[in-house]
């Protein structure tokens, strides 16, 4: 999936394509917008949170459209993800998901947009046999998207030690 991910970056803003190696381009978010300079406390309550998160297996088999032409994969159980979003939420509500641009919680791991080159179709058939997928969600990233110098901040394993990996 990683490779499709990084391929459409490279298709649309190549300036948003990372050179970090713990970097991954296909991802759902969990909170995004987040806190342009999360200080120590904060970081701590996100050590916390995903600290208090088990590992969640999934399956991204569906191919999906939101009303702006978005092209996505939903989670295979959405709902651990969804309450995930939840608890950042609840932890930090100056940070609405979207930045209250939309009124429901959808997890998505985002993969093209539609035009008139690109359809649902034709992202199942470039996708070819690397969906249906199962996967494992055992790690959280703080990602910076800047362009030619998105990365990886740090990093939290799900269900463990509140510090950073």
């Given at each position: 999936m990683e490779s499709f991910v990084r391929g459409r970056f490279e298709h649309y803003d190549r300036a948003y394509l990372s050179a970090d190696p713990a970097f991954t381009h296909a991802h759902i978010t969990v909170l995004a917008p987040f806190l342009p300079t999360p200080d120590a406390a904060s970081l701590e309550a996100v050590a916390a949170i995903l600290a208090a998160t088990a590992p969640v297996a999934f399956t991204l088999r569906r191919l999906e459209t939101f009303p702006n032409g978005v092209?996505?994969?939903?989670?295979?159980?959405?709902?651990?993800?969804?309450?995930?979003?939840?608890?950042?939420?609840?932890?930090?509500?100056?940070?609405?998901?979207?930045?209250g641009q939309f009124p429901d919680i959808v997890p998505h791991l985002t993969l093209d947009w539609r035009s008139a080159e690109v359809s649902v179709e034709s992202t199942r058939d470039r996708l070819g046999d690397t969906v249906p997928v199962s996967c494992v969600a055992d790690r959280v990233d703080l990602a910076w998207y800047e362009p030619h110098r998105s990365r990886v901040l740090t990093s939290w394993r799900l269900g463990d030690s509140p510090f950073p990996v």
């Amino acid at each position: 999936m990683e490779s499709f991910v990084r391929g459409r970056f490279e298709h649309y803003d190549r300036a948003y394509l990372s050179a970090d190696p713990a970097f991954t381009h296909a991802h759902i978010t969990v909170l995004a917008p987040f806190l342009p300079t999360p200080d120590a406390a904060s970081l701590e309550a996100v050590a916390a949170i995903l600290a208090a998160t088990a590992p969640v297996a999934f399956t991204l088999r569906r191919l999906e459209t939101f009303p702006n032409g978005v092209i996505y994969l939903p989670p295979e159980p959405a709902e651990p993800f969804r309450a995930l979003t939840e608890r950042f939420v609840a932890a930090f509500p100056q940070c609405p998901p979207y930045g209250g641009q939309f009124p429901d919680i959808v997890p998505h791991l985002t993969l093209d947009w539609r035009s008139a080159e690109v359809s649902v179709e034709s992202t199942r058939d470039r996708l070819g046999d690397t969906v249906p997928v199962s996967c494992v969600a055992d790690r959280v990233d703080l990602a910076w998207y800047e362009p030619h110098r998105s990365r990886v901040l740090t990093s939290w394993r799900l269900g463990d030690s509140p510090f950073p990996v």
